[in-house]
């Protein structure tokens, strides 16, 4: 599997060109990786995209103007093979994917996908550009699902590591069904706190879902240690946390949109969280990844 780099005096990335997927982000003066590395015995991917669907659809799929899609669980850019690199520079890589028959089969749009990697200093920004080359108004959602290594230093355990919001938060956490479904009431969770300390049964019941916090920014610390890796997503009102339970590593995952509730009627349109894109317009959205060493 081709792999493309980019690299200055910090740090090297690595992005594979199936799903334009972000596999690695590693420092140059530590040997650090701060992308988990995909054992596939525990969680196989290392940052899928999200596109145009975030999570579970219920009954696998949504109706739209009077016909059914099956459209699978996130979208159809990760894990694709037609994903195509359409420019390099020393830090800068673009990736694109345009509609076709068979994409119109599972998603009524005309869409262009674009997603580029953008490498400064000790920031990577990941920038999204989605084009709607259709004569009507287009739907989707649109999100990151980056998972990164905890604890990153050896002799840390899981435990030591947290994460840190950049405001204090009073929040509820939207509950993840085993179907995939969002419950309909949402759980007490975040209470005048910044804090979430991580444990081996933290994710237990699945990611941990939140809508319009007052932060924009998280931090993955440790007690530890001196690095902070933040994440910053103030073009994306929903954030999910996630991780296999017992698994070294915590996803942190931007979202535009969310999954179907369970009392979805399935009618596309009605969707919670979906950009409404008009015809022949653009929509940019970023997130970006800064560490500190």
Known sequence: ?????IQNNHFQVGVKTVGAELCSIKSLKTHREFVW????EVWAAHAPNLFPVIGCLKENGFLYKGKEYNCPKHGFIRKNEDVALIEQTDNRLTFA??????????YPFKFEFRIAFILK????????????????????????????????????????????????ETAPTWQVQK???????????????????????LFDNDALVFKNLRSSKVSLKSIRSSQVLTMSF????????????????????????????????????HKEGLVSLP????????YSITISE
């Open 234 to 269: 103030k073009d994306f009102p929903y954030l999910g946390l996630w991780a296999k339970p017992n698994a070294d590593y915590v996803c942190i995952e931007p979202w535009l949109g969310i999954a179907d509730s369970m009392d979805s009627d399935r009618n596309f349109e």
């Open 179 to 201: 179907d995939g479904l969002i419950a309909k009431e949402a759980l007490p969770f975040l209470n005048n706190t910044n804090i979430i300390n991580l444990h081996p049964h």
């Open 37 to 40: 590395q995909g054992n596939p």
């Open 121 to 168: 200093e000790n920031e990577l920004t990941v920038g999204h550009e989605i084009i709607n080359h259709g004569e009507n108004i287009m739907l989707f959602s649109l999100g990151g699902h980056p998972a990164f290594t905890c604890p990153v230093n050896e002799g840390e355990d899981y435990t030591d590591s947290f994460l840190e919001f950049e405001k204090k």
């Open 97 to 106: 994917l345009k509609y076709s028959d068979a994409s119109l089969q599972i």
């Open 279 to 286: 015809a022949k317009e653009r929509f940019i959205a970023s």
């Open 1 to 5: 599997m081709k792999i493309h780099t």
